[in-house]
């Protein structure tokens, strides 16, 4: 599911393969940072695909709390989360209909991106080395190019 992402396949497909290693892994009962990454990428997959509902926020508030429950609020995953809500509330503002929700998403986006960058500050990390550990998070929101310039929100 990665890799299709990645390369910007077929998101259906994608999707499926995702929700397939979810499935089989809370028959395992894993609960671990594998679960939380999954979680994530399905977030971004549906993302991707312009489906903003209540599932993907609640699948990207589960694996953050996985990823601060694993590795911590200064992690890695955490920082990768933080990012990928970033892109979510930003993406769920241009959705909206008034001035008062659309700031409210992009006050919520400018946060998400703030700590993330935080996180990043902390482990001494730039957005182009996170890039480079998970680029299926970054890669499809057209910051492959100049990954620098992505956690930028204007908020009137």
């Not at 695909?49 to 609640?58: D, F, I, P, V």
């Not at 990207?60 to 933080?82: C, F, K, M, Y």
Request: proline share 3%.
């Amino acid at each position: 599911a990665n890799v299709i992402f990645m390369q910007k396949g077929d998101m259906m497909t994608a999707e499926k393969l995702v929700r397939e290693s979810l499935r089989i892994r809370v028959l395992v009962n894993s609960n671990n940072g594998f679960d939380g990454n999954s979680m994530c990428l399905l977030a971004s997959i549906l993302r991707f695909q312009g489906k903003l509902g209540s599932e993907t926020k609640e699948l990207l508030e589960q694996s953050l709390a996985i990823n601060i429950r694993n590795d911590g609020p200064d992690g890695t995953n955490t920082a990768v989360n933080h990012y990928n809500c970033g892109f979510f509330y930003r993406k769920l503002a241009e959705k909206q209909q008034t001035i008062v929700t659309i700031k409210e998403h992009l006050i919520l986006s400018d946060s998400k991106f703030k700590e993330a960058l935080r996180i990043l500050r902390f482990m001494s990390l730039t957005i182009q080395e996170l890039c480079n550990i998970y680029p299926h998070d970054l890669l499809l929101d057209g910051y492959s190019q100049k990954p620098e310039y992505a956690p930028t929100v204007e908020i009137w």
